[in-house]
């Protein structure tokens, strides 16, 4: 690799040599003047960039208000109420609305009231239900009953939870 004549210099060398006093960078070093051209030229282009949608925005919202003042796009609907939208909606206040949830939920499990007046049934606490089932028992058919209408030899079928019967296995 040969070296510029025109540099004054033997060789490349001894570009490195010769600093001149008072030089905090090497000559030799890439020019930084092109690179703060390039950053000067984008900074005022974003400024003009940013002006200019600026105003186009302004235009649109000005064009778009004086549409809507000269004529309404549905004018049989200026004097109605908008609907509120279809079933499901969006709950303001969640966990307000679970708490209040639950509160009721906790007062029918925990008080007593009339279920049905007339016909004479109650709502009971679950605490006292239990109670009550433990101490008279669930119902259900005597053994006798149970065996009645058997054929000799068949037994219900777990497959059908016993409306069935099958042949046992001896």
């Known amino acids: 690799m040969t070296h510029h004549p025109s540099a004054g210099h033997g060789s490349p060398d001894d570009e490195y040599l010769e600093t001149p006093p008072g030089s905090t960078y090497e000559h030799t070093d890439a020019d930084a003047r092109p690179l703060v051209r390039f950053l000067v030229g984008c900074l ?4 003009v960039i940013h002006f200019g949608l600026a105003g ?9 208000i004086a549409q809507e ?14 609907p509120l939208p279809p079933a499901p909606r969006l709950q303001q206040f969640p966990e307000n609305d679970r708490f ?17 007046k007339a016909a004479g049934t109650v709502r009971i606490p679950v605490a006292d239900a ?10 259900s058919r005597p053994a006798a ?15 059908s939870s016993g409306r069935t019967l099958e042949r046992r296995r001896q």
């Open 44 to 47: 005022i282009s974003a400024v």
């Open 56 to 64: 186009a925005y302004k235009l649109l919202v000005n064009i778009g």
């Open 69 to 82: 003042a000269s004529e309404r796009q549905y004018p049989m609907s200026q004097g109605q109420e908008h």
């Open 100 to 116: 209040d949830f639950q509160t009721e939920e906790r007062r029918l499990l925990t008080t007593y009231a009339w279920g049905n």
């Open 130 to 139: 239990m109670r009550l089932t433990l101490e008279r028992g669930l119902p």
């Open 145 to 159: 009953e149970a065996s009645e209408g058997t054929p000799a030899g068949m037994m219900p079928a777990d497959s």
